[in-house]
C-alpha cells in the first residue's frame, strides 16, 4: 500500500505523514506548482496549475489497495473505480454506497452558485475533526500492517 495526498487545501498534510512514517507506509504528496511541500519522509510530486492536473497525475499513479487522502469528491470518485481507498480530511471514507449522493450535493451547489446563488463557507476547522481524521486513518494503517 502506498498513501497519495492531494495536498492542494488540504489541513492533514502533517498528520498523514506523520502516521504513514510511524508504521512504514511510502507517502506521496502531490500539489501543484501554487503550493510547496517538503518533508524528508514523503516525496513530493508538483505538478503545473491547471484545472484537475493534480488528481489526473494522482489517478494514474494508483495501484488497487492504495489509501488517498482528499477533499474532492470528483477526484475521490476515480480513485473508487480504481480500486484505491479514499478517506476524506474529516476522517469518513468514501464509497460506492455514497459517492453518487456527494457528486450530486456538489452538482447542485455548482448548479446554485452558477445561477448567482451563494453558499455558506465550510466552518472553521475543528479539533475534533482532526482526531477523526487521525483515528480512521490510524485504524487503517493498523489492519494493513499487521496483514
Keep these: 500500500m502506498h498513501i497519495y495526498i492531494d495536498a492542494d487545501g488540504c489541513p492533514v498534510v502533517g498528520q498523514t505523514i506523520r502516521l504513514a512514517r ?15 511541500f517538503r518533508d524528508e519522509y514523503a ?17 494514474n499513479l494508483l495501484h488497487p489497495g492504495d489509501l488517498v487522502i482528499t477533499q474532492d469528491y470528483g477526484l475521490a470518485a476515480m480513485c473508487l473505480a480504481r480500486q484505491a481507498c479514499v478517506l476524506h480530511q ?18 447542485t451547489a455548482k448548479r446554485i452558485r452558477r445561477q448567482g446563488g451563494r453558499l455558506r463557507g ?22 494493513v500492517t499487521t496483514e
Design 43 to 59: 516525496n513530493t510530486i508538483t505538478v503545473s496549475t491547471g484545472a484537475d492536473s493534480v488528481d489526473f497525475r494522482l489517478v
Design 22 to 36: 510511524q508504521y512504514g507506509v511510502p507517502c506521496t504528496i502531490l500539489c501543484d506548482s501554487a503550493h510547496v
Design 90 to 107: 474529516d476522517g469518513g471514507w468514501y464509497s460506492d454506497e455514497n459517492i453518487d449522493g456527494l457528486l450530486e450535493t456538489r452538482h
Design 122 to 143: 465550510a466552518p472553521k476547522r475543528t479539533l475534533a475533526q482532526d482526531q477523526a481524521f487521525c483515528q480512521a486513518l490510524e485504524q487503517r494503517l493498523r489492519v
